[in-house]
């Protein structure tokens, strides 16, 4: 009995909630991009831009694996997966 309360709850609980969260969707989203948009401005306004980038670093088996299709591809053959492993 107490499982069939505490589930009757729980499900009154995230119904409210859901409630909640779509009848106040689009003020929250009006406030956060207005935020969003102020931001940006400042941004530009005083001189900062999005800069650089994150490069993984290849690793050892992808160099010797495009080593070994090069020297295959310069004998004019073409490589075997056997040969990658």
């Keep these: 009995m ?3 309360l505490g589930f009757i709850a729980g499900l009154v609980t995230a119904t409210f909630i859901a409630v ?3 009848f106040f969707k689009q003020p929250i989203e009006s406030v956060t ?3 969003y948009r102020d931001i940006q401005a400042n941004a530009r306004q005083v001189g900062l831009s999005q800069r650089g980038a994150i490069y993984i ?3 050892d088996a992808e160099v010797v694996r495009d080593r070994i299709v090069a020297e ?3 004998k004019g053959r073409d ?3 056997d040969e990658l492993r």
């Design 2 to 4: 107490w499982f069939a």
């Design 20 to 22: 909640l969260v779509a």
């Design 33 to 35: 991009d207005r935020i």
């Design 57 to 59: 670093p290849r690793d």
């Design 72 to 74: 295959n591809r310069a």
């Design 79 to 81: 490589t075997n997966i």
